[in-house]
C-alpha cells in the first residue's frame, strides 16, 4: 500500500530543500538520543546513514546525523503540519467511567512501521531514504517519551487532554504535563542552564547517562526492536508514574527526582534501540 501520492510528497520534498532556520522530547532529548545511537553504529553503517542523510542537505542547510533527529519537527516550525499525527498514538487512559477514543490509523507506530518499509525497498530513490531515515531517527526517540503515547480521559477531560497538553501543571520552564516530559522533567534545563543543550553538552550528558544506565542493564530490553512494544512501555510508564502529579499542581522534588531517571534510562534505552534498528537495516 501506498503511504500516499508519490508526486504529492516530492512536491513537500521540493518545499522542504528550501532553507532551514536555526534548530529550535524538544531538541536536546532527540539529540541525546541520536548521539547514543550513532555512538553505536558499526562503521559501515555509519557511512551509508550518513550518505543517506545527505541527500536531504543543501548549500545552505546541512544537518549530520544527531542534528537530523531533529528535522520532523523543523518541517512542524515551516508549517509542513501533515505528518503531525505520525509523532504520536494517543491511547486512551479513561476513568471517571469516561470511553476514550481510539488513536488515529496513521499514528506513530504506523510510522516507524512505515519508515522501515521505504527504507528496505531498493527501489525508493535518494529524497524518500533520506526523508524516511530522518523521521525514522525522530520517531524512535518519540516512541519512548511517555506522553507521545497516551491521551487522559476524565470528567475534566471528556475528548482527551492531547497526550498532556492540556493537564495543567506549575512546574519551571513548562506550564503542562506534555511540555514538562518532552523538557526531560527538567533535567536538560539542570544540567545546561538552558532548554536546549548546545552540542558539546549533548556529548557529555549522552555519556553521564549512558554511565548511569549502562546497556548492560538494558540488554534485554535493548533486544526488542518492536515498535508496539515501545509504545506499550511509555503508556504505562504514563499511568503509573508521569499522571501520578495532580492536575494544576507543582510537582514535588521527589516526583521530579524520579522523573528525571526514567527520562535517562529512556533516552538510553531508545539510543541503543535505534542503533540496534539501523544496524540491522543497514549491517
Known amino acids: 500500500m501506498k503511504i500516499f501520492n508519490r508526486r504529492y510528497l516530492l512536491t513537500i520534498l521540493l518545499f522542504i530543500l528550501l532553507p532551514i532556520p536555526a534548530l529550535a522530547w524538544n531538541a536536546s532529548g532527540h539529540m541525546l538520543v541520536g548521539q547514543i545511537a550513532y555512538q553505536h553504529l558499526k562503521p559501515s553503517v555509519k557511512e551509508q546513514v550518513d550518505t543517506i542523510n545527505q541527500a536531504l542537505n543543501n548549500e545552505t542547510d546541512h544537518m549530520n546525523f544527531v542534528q537530523a533527529t531533529t528535522w520532523a519537527d523543523v518541517l512542524k516550525g515551516q508549517g509542513v503540519r501533515i505528518f503531525d499525527t505520525w509523532h504520536y498514538i494517543n491511547r486512551p487512559y479513561a476513568v471517571d467511567n469516561k470511553k476514550g477514543f481510539k488513536p488515529q490509523r496513521q499514528n506513530l507506530v504506523w510510522a516507524v512501521n512505515e519508515s522501515i518499509k521505504v527504507l528496505k525497498n531498493p527501489k525508493s530513490g535518494p529524497l524518500m531514504q533520506s526523508f524516511f531515515l ?99 512501555e511509555s503508556y504505562k510508564l504514563a499511568i503509573n508514574f ?42
Open 134 to 232: 530522518r523521521f525514522l531517527i525522530h520517531l524512535v526517540a518519540d516512541a519512548h517519551q511517555p506522553q507521545h503515547t497516551i491521551s487522559f480521559f476524565s470528567q475534566d477531560f471528556p475528548r482527551g487532554d492531547l497526550g498532556g497538553l492540556l493537564y495543567k501543571i506549575k512546574a519551571p520552564g513548562a506550564n503542562n504535563l506534555h511540555e514538562f516530559w518532552d523538557r526531560g522533567a527538567g533535567l536538560f534545563y539542570d544540567y545546561g542552564g538552558r532548554q536546549r543543550l548546545n552540542f558539546v553538552q549533548v556529548v557529555k550528558l549522552s555519556q553521564a547517562l549512558q554511565g548511569d544506565y549502562p546497556a548492560e542493564q538494558l540488554s534485554t530490553k535493548i533486544k526488542n526492536l518492536d515498535a508496539q512494544i515501545w509504545v506499550n
Open 242 to 283: 508521569n499522571y501520578q502529579t495532580a492536575k494544576g499542581s507543582k510537582p514535588d522534588a521527589d516526583y521530579i527526582k524520579q522523573g528525571q531517571v526514567i527520562v535517562g534510562q529512556q533516552i538510553v534505552l531508545a539510543g541503543h534501540r535505534l542503533a540496534a534498528l539501523l544496524n540491522n537495516l543497514y549491517g
